[in-house]
């Protein structure tokens, strides 16, 4: 038996599968999908195996055979090795990177070198003697890394004895975080002779009589730690016990569950309005049908989108079928994952990246050991290792937080889709403000070929029981400004403030940080402070008076005077969120805030915490940035505040609109949300820009069509498809010749495919590739930075182009290769 592996190792020379012989010992276990461990050159590697078959690519007396098998039972399944696959085509990444995005981190296992005695008769003469004595007889193997801590003093004599062979050496591959296991204590099965016993045992062991008691009364089993505080006994009268045959003392594999000691109250399902039987019936249908469907759900704020998420997947799971749930890494406080625990109890899993990595694993084992049927979890939730998906669903589909940074730089939603395919599974993409590309695909009229399926379009219009939108009204800061207004509250935001205070209600603040963040700059000479490595301005942090980047992690002393002028006019700018805390302070004392922002959030459930004590009405404004605009459901909430809703407006993404929009809508949502009524202030130096405009009528409709027509007369997605290249060097001169190179390269190629036009040239396949020009951020880490920008439309691979393109660069010194990074679909053009 050959096993085809893919080793660990991410460089595009070794970006294949390589051939290993499969030992008989090992041919009963192995699967497509197990982890392995391979010689590897000099070292021994993890792998993969993709494949299993009786033909070797290369001559069989050149195999080698695999040296071990690192799970009982394979972490992934063949259907995740063959998305690994896609996932590195489509995203131009290597097989191995896009299989180590799958596998929770305590499975990345690295290589450990162990030590054992090869001949018991030669150790004992060349060896010292405690040491001969703590490795053991020959065929057991020790850790060399504990040995040498061990007995530092006896590393020559180690080295010694491998290099004349006493001590034999091997590679294994070690987890990077092991099972958890507890001793637990349990009573026999058969209990006659512990009864028996128990009546038997002398006066002065009362300790082991009141252990054996308690056990025979309780029945257990029981962790020893907790036995030995209810008893008050200890260690060793439980293990005289236990070699008497009286009790069992194992180890037990203990599972690390972070909602351990949370109770969740029992929902039953709510009894559905007209528009939500209506959505549901679909998603039913389509999950029914057991055929791959994608079906975008457009659902206005508190319209009930969740209930019809969890009938659908209650669907899912009476036919026996697992459900995937994405939602955004900030939208999984408590208040969604225990409307899920609600529901479904124990038959769920949690991933999200606040979880230790013990916590994280031990979930994801939930689900491989198909003790759970949803996954309730981020982006990479998506790689669940269900074996029968039935439903996916991504809330908020038009998040950013889908699209991962580094690679492999996919997005959730187009792997779902492609999952969804393998599995014959319901796709529904839900959302108030769905992205443009899903929107646009989705209201296309349906196409002619079955094959190119467009996503269905599932409306939720209206709100559940009726209530309105809440009021939008529209403030314009210029003329506050014009009549004397210098605070950073205009006076409706100020009056409506004042009045929830005095009513006991509670308000919702929202500062667009993008574009507001904290700089340093010289009154006198307008100097600001750059990174001396990267092209781009430090940001100021207040509690350390440090100058940080953002994009290196460079440091320093926040200066005194300006460094260019040596003026003391020089100003720190906090965060915009501590300067709208000390103004409210100042405006209204004695008022109760909670900010919530970057600084605010770094600990561990500091989130979570901090949105508990503002649903416990221990304070009268949440008051924060991005965060605060998702998924929370208050019901003493009746005001929300947007300061600076603009800020986002004026940045250089062709998203700034849509994001801005989406932005707005979604806090305005956060208002009057149950029976009180709601209002909403936005502040605003832009109040007749569009985004601004439709978003204060909650009108999607009238946006997107404005949108739309921005976007085809810049020539952006939905009307064509991007792919970022970036070309990253320290020498400039260099750096220049080898991206012209890439570009005339790629553009060769196309045309050689004949789809070098135009975009707007008339329908059917196209390809752009613009520049190479210097990024946005022309330097980073001390390397410039080119990009070439490709915009495609039509049923062609551009990743294939692209990938072919980068071929010649693959090899040569490593100090003169020009660094290339791919992202497709990016989000953002840095
Ligand atoms: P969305 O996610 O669409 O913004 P939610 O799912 O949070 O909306 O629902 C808004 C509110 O309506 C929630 O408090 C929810 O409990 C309630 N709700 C949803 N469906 C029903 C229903 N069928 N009957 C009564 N209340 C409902
Ligand atoms: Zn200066
Ligand atoms: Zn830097």
Redesign the pocket.
Known sequence: MIAKVIVDVPSRQTDRPFDYEVPSSMEEWIEVGSRVGVPFGSRVLQGFVTRLTDEADIDRRRLKPLSELLDPVPPLLPDLIELAKWLSEKYCCSWTTALQAMIPTALKGKAERLVGIQDDQAAVLALPPELAEWIGTSGKFVKLETLLSKYPEHARAVKAALRDGVLAERTSIRDRLAIRKVLTVFVPEDESAAREALAKLPARAAKQREVLGFMLEHGGPLPLQELIAATGSSAPSVRSLAEKGLLDLREVEQRRDPYADRAFERTEP????EG?REVYARIARAIGAGEPQTMLLH??????????YLQSIQYCLERGKQAIVLVPEISLTPQMVERFKGRFGDAVAVLHSRLSSGERYDEWRKIRDRQVQVAIGARSAIFAPFERIGLIII?EEHESSYKQEESPKYHARDVAVRRAKQHGAAVVL?S?TPSLETYAAASRPAPASEQSREPALLP?PD???GRPMPPVTVVDMREELKDGNRSMFSRLLHRSLAERLERGEQSVLLLNRRGYSTFVMCRSCGYTATCPHCDISLTYHQKSRALRCHYCGHAEQAPAACPSCQSEHIRYFGTGTQRVEEELAKLFPGIRVIRMDVDTTTEKNAHEKLLKQFGDRKADVLLGTQMVAK?L?FPYVTLVGVIAADTSLNLPDFRAAERTFQLLTQVA?RAG??HLPGEVVVQTYAPEHYAIVTAKKHDYASFVAEELRHRGAMGYPPYCRLILVTMSHEQLPLLSTVSERFSAGLRELAEHEGVLLPLGSGFGRAMEVLGPVASPIARMKDRYRFQCVIKYRGNLDASALVRKALEPFADGPPQRQVQFSVDVDPQVIL
Do not use: I
């Not at 709510?270 to 309005?273: F, M």
């Not at 659902?299 to 019809?308: D, I, L, M, P, Y």
């Open positions: 709510l009894p559905l309005t939500q659902g206005v704020t508190g319209s009930g989108k969740t209930e019809v809330d839900g108030a939720m709100r559940v029981g998924g459901d949502g949300r149950h």
